[in-house]
């Protein structure tokens, strides 16, 4: 990745005005899902943990032991029961193979709740949903998600749009800065600087790649050192971050796709129950003209 702002999410939802573009099916998204895959060498270590001694008390922790751990069936299972109504399969599709991952990531021992993870995953949700035909539909479906995994959805949305908010308010420069102010997300970044050059107590997931992708953008930090800089600041392989925001655009890429052929599948059934619908008025139509012409020849 050359620079941050080729991976803009205005371009990121593009696609080619090519019509001859194979779209991919629901089953072809989730066969070639590698983009929200875990490593699944990272998934199964059991690594040491240790506490933070300089975190914020507004830094939150979420932690999981093996008694209470659940399946991924479980989770599954919790899922469908918390939202029943059907989910069209371009979306659907996708979503089961989120919460799966998500799943092997949330009950792993090292596994720590941030708010730039939330992020990356309310990003990710809300790009994944876009033009769902229901705001209140999706909604549900979010909450149900993120309940199924036995966290809270009020606070994957408040830290999200916390984070959001002050990224707002950055340049380039104070973004890589946070090191040096105080401040609450400052806070939270701190604490995952730190954890994450421990090499031991933290996890690095796709979900808190897009996080940080998603701070970037907010802050019209496209310059392309300002990526490397946060990754370092942060203690975190940019080439990693590289790899994952790449498979995460090609992703979108195919969902997109996906979701125009859903679309014109969708208008096009009701072009024809429309048609049918004004076939039998027109014929009704006829017959009524062709009565009232029959009448007065008489």
């Given amino acids: 990745m050359a620079a941050v702002s080729s991976l803009s999410f205005p371009a990121i939802g593009q696609t080619s005005g090519d019509r001859k573009l194979n779209v991919p099916s629901p089953r072809y998204l989730a066969s070639n899902f590698e983009g929200f895959r875990f490593r699944t060498s990272l998934l199964y270590q059991s690594v040491g943990l240790r506490a933070s001694t300089t975190a914020s008390p507004s830094v939150v922790y979420c932690m999981s032991t093996a008694t209470d ?26 979503l089961q193979e989120l919460i799966v991952q998500q799943h092997l990531m949330r009950y792993k ?9 939330a992020l990356g995953f309310v990003t990710v949700y809300d ?33 999200a749009q916390k984070l959001e908010e002050w990224a707002r308010a950055q340049t380039s420069s104070s973004l890589v800065e946070f090191s040096s102010r105080d401040g609450e997300v400052e806070a939270i970044l701190k604490d995952i600087a ?5 090499k031991g107590s933290f996890s690095y997931s796709r979900f808190f790649a897009i ?4 701070l970037l953008e907010l802050a019209n930090a496209t310059e392309p050192t300002v990526l490397e800089k946060l990754c370092a600041a942060l203690n975190i392989d940019k080439r990693s971050v590289d790899r994952d925001l790449d498979v995460y655009r ?23 129950r429309e048609e049918r619908s004004e076939s039998p008025k027109a014929n009704e139509a006829v017959k009524k003209c062709s009565g009232e012409y029959q009448y007065l020849s008489q």
């Fill in 109 to 117: 021992k090292t596994y720590r709740y941030d708010a730039v993870f």
């Fill in 69 to 94: 751990t659940p399946t991924v069936s479980e989770t599954k299972s919790s899922f469908l029961k918390a939202y029943k109504r059907p989910i069209p399969s371009v979306y659907n599709t996708v």
């Fill in 127 to 159: 790009q994944l949903m876009e033009g769902y035909p229901s705001d209140e539909d999706r909604d549900a479906i979010f909450q149900a998600y993120i309940n199924a995994l036995k966290e809270d959805p009020q606070q994957y949305r408040a830290d």
């Fill in 194 to 198: 730190e954890r994450a050059g421990s």
């Fill in 250 to 272: 090609n992703l979108l890429s195919k969902l997109v796709q996906a979701k125009e052929l859903l679309k014109e599948y969708v208008d096009r059934e009701k072009k024809k």
């Fill in 211 to 214: 996080g940080l992708f998603r």
